[in-house]
């Protein structure tokens, strides 16, 4: 019979996403892609245990930047799992 993985529980997460834009040129110039860059952190409500990362500024459009984010989120997320199930004396985690 298999084990269930233990996985957490996405109510119990809170995302938090800073987001920030600036000018990819200088006046006069052609326009481009803005520099943006993202901050996401995640925290697990229960045991108050939080992951954080952030892009650096760089020129990208609204879908690369969702891209990115959700790569972010992605890694985080398996971060926060392992060091949740750490606290948490979860075996085989």
Do not use: Y
């Not at 650096?56 to 199930?85: F, S």
């Amino acid at each position: 019979m298999m084990k269930k993985i233990w996985k957490l529980n996405a109510s119990d997460v809170g995302i938090f996403l800073i987001t920030g834009a600036g000018d990819a040129n200088p006046k006069g110039a052609h326009p481009g892609k803005p520099k943006r860059f993202l901050q996401v952190r995640l925290v697990h409500a229960a045991t108050g245990i939080e992951v954080q990362n952030s892009s650096p500024h760089t020129a990208m459009n609204k879908p690369e930047a969702a891209k990115l984010k959700n790569a972010i989120v992605n890694e985080l997320w398996l971060e926060l799992e392992r060091l949740v199930a750490k606290h948490l004396r979860i075996p085989g985690r």
